[in-house]
Structure formats: structure tokens, C-alpha cells
Nanobody
């Protein structure tokens, strides 16, 4: 069973920065892609950023230019650097790992990010 453990959330003022970490219990090479999603109160979970096995990245339009996803294969960790945070970035952030064959999604427990004005 794969475990994903997020950390790094917290309370920050608008314009500030946070870095989230997602530690995987097995080699992240085994996943076709990893990513970060978020869910704000009363809203559906939405994609924030993806990183594929070839280190290709993809971002939601709302975070482009402010957030950066990266990976450290030696530590089996994926990061989300969040800069110039906005109040609307407030949400629970979830780490996701996906395999194509078989098609399986693994999720972390989530970490709260709160941005104050």
C-alpha cells in the first residue's frame, strides 16, 4: 500500500510563500505522474499542478507563474513551491500519485493552507 504524507501547510499573509512536501513510501519512479490538488470549503477538488515521469509539468491557469512543482527522486519527495499567495489559494492541498497500468490513484491526507489578507 502506498502512503503519501504531505507537510508544509500553514497560515501565511497574502503575498507570502510556502513550500509543501509530499513524501512517498516507495520510489516515485513507479508513478507515471504526481501532482497537487486542492479543495476549498464548499468547492470541488481541483488540479493545481502535475509533474510527469519525464519531469514535464502542467499547471492550472490560476497558479501559473506563482507556483512551481518539482521532484527529488533520491528522497521520493515532490514539492510545491507557492509564491505570491492570494486569499483565494486558501484550501486543503492534497498530494496525488497516479499509475497508468493498472490505473490507480493514491492520495495523501491533505495539508491546510490558509492565506490571510
Amino acid at each position: 500500500q502506498v502512503q503519501l504524507v504531505e507537510s508544509g501547510g500553514g497560515l501565511v499573509q497574502a503575498g507570502g510563500s510556502l513550500r509543501l512536501s509530499c513524501d512517498a513510501s516507495r520510489s516515485i519512479f513507479s508513478f507515471n505522474r504526481m501532482g497537487w490538488y486542492r479543495q476549498a470549503p464548499g468547492k470541488q477538488r481541483e488540479l493545481v499542478a502535475l509533474i510527469f515521469s519525464g519531469s514535464i509539468t502542467n499547471y492550472a491557469d490560476s497558479v501559473k507563474g506563482r507556483f512551481a512543482i518539482s521532484r527529488d527522486n533520491t528522497k521520493n519527495t515532490v514539492y510545491l513551491q507557492m509564491n505570491n499567495l492570494k486569499v483565494e489559494d486558501t484550501a486543503v492541498y492534497y498530494c496525488n500519485a497516479h499509475t497508468n497500468l493498472p490505473p490507480v490513484d493514491y492520495w495523501g491526507q491533505g495539508t491546510q493552507v490558509t492565506v490571510s489578507s
